[in-house]
């Protein structure tokens, strides 16, 4: 069998992805208009930045980076919780990486961990029942985020906490779900996309026919790819030849695993745990209905924002007045457009979350910068 890495080579090979861009440019010729493709996932736009695949289209095709990345999209009320919960005597904080470095209202929870807060910062979910165990005598919440390709995974963790009687762990849960977001974009009736690319993650588990409605609704072309530079691309093609033959449809480029069913093992796992959350706060988006999680009520003893509810105080403060994270999570500006981008505004200091993430189009920008 091939090994892993020499499969992902064969998607990044230099000739197939020159191949690519000259067929594209060569069918973007017959487009009646410019296609703006919002590639909806910060991964893709990671890989846009880090390929050079912006400059390889013709001026009639634009990238517009999109909300699908959950560190950039974390309000700050719900970053002020988890600090706040860090700070309680007695109390573990437990969250993936990248989070302890968004901004809330006035700190980051890697300040609040330098000020003796407790924060433990994992890369693998699973060890949150292996820090609970190790700390009966404190209480562990599990600030738990993302789309609906990490929500299986926290599922699994609730599940196994109430199996093995962890007692002593909770679940601040903040995950959202991809296609309210994508509507809200739409709905704006501001964002001049025309296609979009879905995330491939999400479709490997909620199946791709969560998107129907972008196609039924709101009649715009979408393709679920891949995250390597030869699927972005394939995806970008199939999208040119949809409008340069006036059809509008849903397809799948990442058909190596994704479906339209999606994974219905998953699925299941996820409706035993969660219902939908009547509204959530995105940053830059603001308040979208139906497009976050919360625990089924059965399972309210293991929610963090019902047990430490009292401990919470509404803080309400505006972004950072030169941040432009909300008008570019929406489609409407880029990195460049923001007058603090690479100057008050860089990785090792962010001033707004879309800065903190590798997914974040700031970031990607950043890191990148001798691409753009
Ligand atoms: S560069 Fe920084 S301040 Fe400007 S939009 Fe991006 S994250 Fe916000």
């Known amino acids: 069998m091939m090994p892993l890495k020499d499969l992902y080579q064969g998607f990044r090979q230099p000739d197939v992805v020159k191949a690519l861009a000259g067929k594209i440019a060569q069918r973007a010729a017959g487009l009646e208009k410019p296609l703006y493709i919002m590639e909806v996932c910060g991964g893709h736009t990671h890989t846009i930045m880090k390929y050079g695949l912006k400059q390889l289209l013709p001026d009639n095709l634009q990238f517009v980076h999109g909300p699908g990345c959950p560190v950039c999209i974390m309000p700050k009320e719900r970053i002020d919780q988890a600090i706040a919960l860090a700070r309680l005597p007695g109390v573990v904080l437990v969250t ?96 001049p996309i025309n296609a979009f690319i879905g995330p491939s993650h999400v479709s490997v588990i909620s199946g791709a026919k969560i998107y129907q409605p972008i196609i039924d609704n709101y009649r715009v072309p979408l393709v679920v790819g891949g995250f390597e530079p030869v699927d972005v691309l394939e995806s970008v093609l199939m999208l040119v030849e949809q409008a340069v033959s006036h059809q509008v449809a849903l397809q799948l480029q990442y058909s190596r695993a994704a479906t339209y069913a999606g994974n219905e093992a998953a699925q299941s796992q996820v409706d035993r745990v969660f219902d939908i959350r009547e509204q959530f706060n995105w940053r830059g988006l603001g308040n979208i209905p139906h497009s976050a999680l919360q625990l089924k009520p059965a399972l309210r003893h293991r929610d963090a924002e019902v047990k430490f509810a009292g401990h919470f105080t509404h803080i309400d403060t505006p972004d950072h007045k030169q941040c432009r994270c909300g008008d570019i999570l929406k489609g409407l500006a880029t990195p460049q457009e923001c007058k603090v981008f690479g100057k008050a505004c860089k990785p090792n200091r962010p001033m707004g979350s879309c800065m903190v993430s590798s997914e974040g189009a700031c970031n990607a920008y950043y890191r990148y910068a001798d691409r753009c």
């Open 96 to 191: 993936l990486g990248d989070m302890i470095r968004v901004p809330g209202s006035k700190s980051t929870l890697a300040q609040c961990r330098a000020e003796g807060g407790n924060v433990e910062a994992i890369y693998d979910p699973m060890d949150v029942l292996k820090i609970a165990r190790n700390n009966p005598d404190k209480q562990v919440v599990y600030f738990a985020i993302g789309f609906e390709t990490t929500t299986p995974m926290t599922a699994v963790l609730v599940e196994c906490a109430e199996q093995q009687q962890l007692d002593n762990l909770f679940f601040h849960i903040n995950h959202v779900l991809v296609m309210p977001a994508m509507e809200a974009v739409l709905a704006g009736g501001e964002s």
